[in-house]
C-alpha cells in the first residue's frame, strides 16, 4: 500500500517503531501487575511469586531492549528519500530507546 507523504519503508519503519514504544510501554502494566500481585500474597508463596514476576519483568524488559535498539540500528536506504523523510527518520530512530530509558528509570524510582 503506498503512502501520501511517506515511502513503503518508511512506513514499515514507522510501525516497526510503533511495535517496539508498546512493548516498552507495556512494562508499566506489567509491573503493577506483579507488585500488586506479590502484596497480596502471604509468607514463602511471595519468594516463589517474585522469583518468578523478577524472571518474567526481566525478560520483558530484555526484549524490549532487543527491539529499541534494533529499530535504532535500522538501516534505510537514503538516497531515494527526501531532505523531510530523511529529518523525520534521524530525529525517529531514538524514541524507542529514550522511552526505554525513561520508562525504567521512572520504575526505578518506583520501587
Not at 518508511?10 to 501487575?33: A, E, R, T
Not at 519483568?57 to 534505510?76: D, H, I, M
Request: with cysteine; net charge neutral; charged share 10%.
Amino acid at each position: 500500500m503506498k503512502t501520501l507523504i511517506l515511502s513503503d519503508e518508511i512506513n514499515q519503519f514507522h510501525w516497526s517503531m510503533l511495535k517496539s514504544v508498546l512493548l516498552v510501554l507495556s512494562l508499566l502494566p506489567m509491573s503493577q501487575l506483579f507488585l500488586n500481585v506479590w502484596q497480596s500474597t502471604e509468607g514463602s508463596s511471595q519468594i516463589m511469586l517474585g522469583f518468578f514476576a523478577i524472571s518474567l519483568f526481566s525478560a520483558l524488559t530484555l526484549l524490549s531492549f532487543c527491539f529499541a535498539l534494533q529499530a535504532t540500528v535500522t538501516k534505510l536506504e537514503q538516497a531515494e528519500m527526501s531532505r523531510f523523510e530523511q529529518a523525520v527518520v534521524q530525529l525517529y530512530r531514538y524514541v524507542p530507546m529514550l522511552s526505554l530509558a525513561s520508562m525504567l528509570s521512572y520504575l526505578a524510582l518506583q520501587v
